[in-house]
């Protein structure tokens, strides 16, 4: 007798959490994942990836990954949308200063530079392996390695997901393959990079050596922090339920309104806006906390919470991520993977390096900062960052969230990812806006004093 319901995306999930927990205590007992910091998703994800492309466990379907690795990008956002800067409470938010509006401001336009010249970057990679190789790859599947790297698994698979709608097969398995190297690269090189700059002292504030509890991951007994607040009484609501509830109410608010929206426009308008679910769902979250300010009730969305939710859907995307890539399909690409990923890797290291020295102030903790976002996430970086900040006496880390806001003002760079694949502007047209738009930013951020001279 079988199971009285279809188990396939619970035992998918449970199978993630087993990895989860196998990465949880590598990292506490072995020595090589404390000495890189490799955080226990990136070491269960990776193994998981090995035994989905080796094995067949009953009742584990791998397809599924792609779509949850979807669905949890969204809940990241709108939970970020919800929770707001979180920043409100901190003593040195209280009086934003020059230095932290500056350092914001960097922040943001390197991470546009910096996808902007990845792109021209792998692009060129993929049509010199065309020429050398007498090979026919998807002119633009550098994109896919540009934005896996700086953007992070979700918004890359949800590109490609899109282009797969207008006949470019496999590219979401692809952005996957570049999103989980991207995460490699920003330990493997990323670490080395702080040791470098720890043993020159370039870091502002001392640091001494890394304490037990940074190495295996684990608090001591006598250290548990507090990583949440209770909102409601649980004779009425369990607070953490009250907050999942948000969560998901909001996702399907955006679901239904992208639902809605996407049935009058074209097939590359909504498929842009399916891509960019994620996008809706913050706005939509942001809108949700605006009115419960207006009505003096935004005391109800606790942002520990929500910080906790964020890490659990960001960590639950990055297993997804890492356990979903499906080798057999990727086999045929791997030419223009391998190569254009360690294009990359040393290209975002020099583009750190050159105008992380640069910067003035903070100029090390913002070159291991924008390292560790623009080949990973902003988790990555933050993580980069505690290793030469570790209490973050610096700005950088309000910096980074502070920086979300030129998403704004620069999301049609996200869009132009698609110009070539889905809008069919041609390869020159495309070029020429992540061109257009590095140059602009180069200038602005002279301008701004941001860029000057060597400061290490």
Same mark, same amino acid.
């Given at each position: 007798?079988?199971?009285?319901?279809?188990? &396939?995306?619970?035992?998918?999930?449970?199978?993630?959490?087993?990895?989860?927990?196998?990465? #949880?205590?590598?990292?506490?007992?072995?020595?090589?994942?404390?000495?890189? =910091?490799?955080?226990?998703?990136?070491?269960?994800?990776?193994?998981?990836?090995?035994?989905?492309?080796?094995?067949?466990?009953?009742?584990?379907?791998?397809?599924?990954?792609?779509?949850?690795?979807?669905?949890?990008?969204?809940?990241?956002?709108?939970?970020?949308?919800?929770?707001?800067?979180?920043?409100?409470?901190?003593?040195?938010?209280?009086? $934003?200063?020059?230095?932290?509006?500056?350092?914001?401001?960097?922040?943001?336009?390197?991470?546009?530079?910096?996808?902007?010249?990845?792109?021209?970057?792998?692009?060129?990679?993929?049509?010199?392996?065309?020429?050398?190789?007498?090979?026919?790859?998807?002119?633009?599947?550098?994109?896919?390695?540009?934005?896996?790297?700086?953007?992070?698994?979700?918004?890359?698979?949800?590109?490609?997901?899109?282009?797969? !709608?207008?006949?470019?097969?496999?590219?979401?398995?692809?952005?996957?393959?570049?999103?989980?190297?991207?995460?490699? #690269?920003?330990?493997?090189?990323? #670490?080395?990079?702080?040791?470098?700059?720890?043993?020159? !002292?370039?870091?502002?504030?001392?640091? *001494?050596?890394?304490?037990?509890?940074?190495?295996?991951?684990?608090?001591?007994?006598?250290?548990?922090?507090?990583?949440?607040?209770? #909102?409601?009484?649980?004779?009425?609501?369990?607070?953490?339920?009250?907050?999942?509830?948000?969560?998901?109410?909001?996702?399907?608010?955006?679901?239904?309104?992208?639902?809605?929206?996407?049935?009058?426009?074209?097939?590359?308008?909504?498929?842009?806006?399916?891509?960019?679910?994620?996008?809706?769902?913050?706005?939509?979250?942001?809108?949700?906390?605006?009115?419960?300010?207006?009505?003096?009730?935004?005391?109800?969305?606790?942002?520990?919470?929500?910080?906790?939710?964020?890490?659990?859907?960001?960590?639950?995307?990055?297993?997804?991520?890492?356990?979903?890539?499906?080798?057999?399909?990727?086999?045929?690409?791997?030419?223009?993977?391998? $190569?254009? &990923?360690?294009?990359?890797?040393?290209?975002?290291?020099?583009?750190?390096?050159?105008?992380?020295?640069?910067?003035?102030?903070?100029?090390?903790?913002?070159?291991?900062?924008?390292? *560790?976002?623009?080949?990973?996430?902003?988790? $990555?970086?933050?993580?980069?960052?505690?290793?030469?900040?570790?209490?973050? !006496?610096?700005?950088?880390?309000?910096?980074?969230? =502070?920086?979300?806001?030129?998403?704004?003002?620069?999301?049609?760079?996200?869009?132009?990812?698609?110009?070539?694949?889905?809008?069919?502007?041609?390869?020159?047209?495309?070029?020429?806006?992540?061109?257009? $738009?590095?140059?602009?930013?180069?200038?602005?951020?002279?301008?701004? !004093?941001?860029?000057?001279?060597?400061?290490?």
């Amino acid at each position: 007798m079988g199971a009285f319901f279809d188990m &396939s995306v619970l035992a998918s999930l449970a199978f993630l959490a087993v990895m989860l927990l196998v990465g #949880v205590l590598l990292r506490a007992k072995v020595t090589f994942f404390q000495n890189f =910091l490799v955080p226990a998703c990136i070491i269960g994800g990776i193994i998981g990836a090995i035994i989905m492309n080796t094995t067949s466990i009953p009742g584990i379907n791998q397809k599924l990954y792609e779509q949850l690795a979807y669905h949890f990008f969204a809940f990241s956002f709108i939970c970020l949308g919800l929770r707001g800067t979180g920043c409100i409470q901190k003593e040195e938010c209280s009086d $934003t200063t020059k230095e932290l509006v500056k350092g914001s401001i960097w922040q943001g336009f390197m991470f546009y530079m910096s996808m902007c010249s990845q792109v021209l970057v792998a692009t060129a990679v993929i049509y010199l392996i065309n020429f050398i190789f007498q090979k026919d790859f998807l002119a633009c599947m550098g994109f896919l390695g540009a934005q896996g790297f700086t953007a992070g698994p979700g918004a890359t698979l949800s590109s490609g997901l899109l282009w797969e !709608k207008f006949g470019h097969a496999n590219m979401g398995q692809v952005g996957l393959a570049f999103s989980g190297i991207g995460f490699i #690269v920003s330990f493997v090189i990323g #670490v080395p990079l702080v040791r470098w700059g720890l043993r020159k !002292k370039l870091n502002t504030f001392p640091v *001494g050596n890394f304490d037990k509890e940074m190495l295996t991951g684990i608090h001591d007994k006598e250290n548990t922090p507090v990583g949440m607040h209770q #909102v409601t009484t649980t004779a009425n609501v369990d607070s953490l339920a009250f907050h999942i509830a948000l969560v998901l109410g909001t996702w399907i608010i955006t679901y239904y309104l992208v639902d809605f929206i996407t049935f009058y426009c074209s097939k590359s308008i909504a498929g842009t806006i399916w891509g960019n679910l994620f996008f809706v769902g913050m706005i939509l979250g942001m809108g949700i906390r605006f009115i419960l300010t207006k009505f003096n009730a935004v005391h109800i969305i606790d942002s520990d919470t929500m910080n906790r939710l964020t890490g659990w859907s960001v960590e639950f995307l990055l297993l997804c991520t890492l356990a979903g890539v499906q080798f057999a399909m990727v086999a045929e690409y791997w030419l223009p993977i391998i $190569t254009v &990923s360690l294009v990359l890797a040393f290209y975002a290291l020099f583009f750190c390096l050159y105008f992380g020295r640069r910067v003035p102030g903070y100029s090390f903790e913002r070159t291991v900062m924008l390292f *560790g976002t623009v080949t990973g996430t902003i988790p $990555t970086g933050l993580l980069l960052l505690r290793m030469v900040d570790n209490e973050y !006496k610096s700005t950088v880390s309000v910096e980074i969230a =502070l920086s979300n806001f030129n998403f704004c003002f620069l999301f049609y760079v996200n869009l132009s990812l698609h110009g070539y694949a889905v809008y069919g502007w041609g390869m020159p047209a495309t070029l020429a806006v992540f061109s257009a $738009t590095f140059i602009g930013l180069l200038i602005l951020s002279k301008l701004l !004093k941001n860029i000057g001279p060597k400061q290490y």
